[in-house]
């Protein structure tokens, strides 16, 4: 088992590293890998390229890997919550609130003529995620089976995406413009600012979720299995909401919805992983996340090259055969 997993982190690693090195080399401008090499270590002399590495590609491919593992990771909390593998920021409308509460937030201050700042974008996306979640909480209360809460779930998700849409639609030309190239899903703009900031949040987060493997593998169990094993339930449960809202919120506030690599990744992670242990799995979708992030960010940008098309039809054309594969088939434990 141990050997399975060192192969398989391995090969994460591995292929995390090939995707950095084609996003870096590929796009409106080839960049050859030993160019790039040069670039990396503080050569400036080709100043151009020096320019679409440092300034251009490089900040948005740590934001698909920063994002990307936010989210899978966001995902795998969700489905330990409610304890279904078709849980996840995006099927139960979590994404489309904090997608809402942005737009509110953002038409507001540019109808006062404030730019909004990064922080203010995460604030407002971590506000709509916990009410898209809060809602799905009260609708869990009174529903029992889980396949109609993620009906509702949707349902929620359609509604904010609806009125987002309503609001864009009388919005000023100027409003329109912004809040189209950022609600479509897209890592392009991102800075070395962005940067820190996301990986200032998703970061501690990822690490707090990793320190509470064990209560999180003893919930899994059941919640009396984990209260005779000294877990404060409660504390847990409100703990893996606020983690997975903090995440969802600042992948949506950065990137925008990005649809599927919640709910995808990490069956998939299992599925390669062939184990339940959050402690492997916490780790493991997070990487996982980068990496089919990454992939599928490169994909946007050069599929079309120079037109990009949106990360969440790719990541929709790559991944919902994936959820719809977990609907159909039984659900399986793994060792």
Not at 207 to 225: H, I, P, R, T, W
Request: glycine fraction near 6%; proline fraction near 3%.
């Amino acid at each position: 088992m141990k050997k399975r997993f060192l192969i398989s982190f391995s090969v994460l690693f591995f292929l995390i590293i090939l995707l950095v090195a084609w996003n870096l080399s590929t796009g409106s401008a080839s960049i050859s890998l030993p160019k790039i090499l040069q670039i990396l270590s503080g050569d400036n002399s080709d100043l151009k390229n020096f320019r679409v590495i440092w300034s251009i590609r490089l900040p948005r491919l740590l934001s698909a890997l920063v994002l990307g593992g936010a989210l899978s990771l966001s995902g795998f909390l969700l489905q330990s919550f409610f304890q279904n593998p078709i849980a996840g920021p995006y099927v139960l409308g979590i994404s489309s609130g904090a997608k809402l509460f942005v737009a509110i937030t953002m038409i507001f201050f540019m109808e006062k003529g404030i730019a909004l700042g990064s922080a203010g974008m995460v604030l407002s996306a971590f506000v709509g995620s916990v009410f898209a979640l809060a809602v799905v909480l009260l609708f869990s209360a009174r529903v029992k089976k889980m396949s109609v809460l993620i009906v509702i779930g949707i349902f929620i998700g359609y509604i904010c995406s609806a009125v987002t849409d309503f609001l864009v639609t009388f919005a000023n030309d100027s409003n329109i413009v912004n809040l189209h190239n950022w609600s479509v899903g897209s890592f392009s703009g991102s800075s070395w600012t962005d940067v820190k900031i996301m990986s200032a949040v998703v970061f501690p987060s990822a690490l707090v979720s990793f320190m509470l493997s064990k209560s999180v593998s003893a919930f899994s169990l059941g919640e009396n299995y984990a209260r005779n094993m000294g877990v404060n339930v409660k504390a847990l449960r409100f703990t893996l909401i606020f983690l997975s809202s903090v995440l969802s919120a600042c992948v949506t506030a950065f990137a925008g919805p990005i649809s599927f690599v919640g709910i995808a990744v990490p069956h998939l992670v299992r599925a390669v992983f062939r184990t339940a242990k959050p402690l492997v799995l916490i780790p493991a979708c997070f990487l996982g996340g980068s990496a089919v992030t990454l992939l599928c960010d490169g994909i946007a940008r050069t599929l079309f090259a120079p037109t990009e098309v949106s990360i969440s039809s790719v990541t929709s054309v790559f991944l919902v055969p994936v959820v719809i594969y977990m609907m159909m088939r039984r659900r399986k434990d793994y060792e």
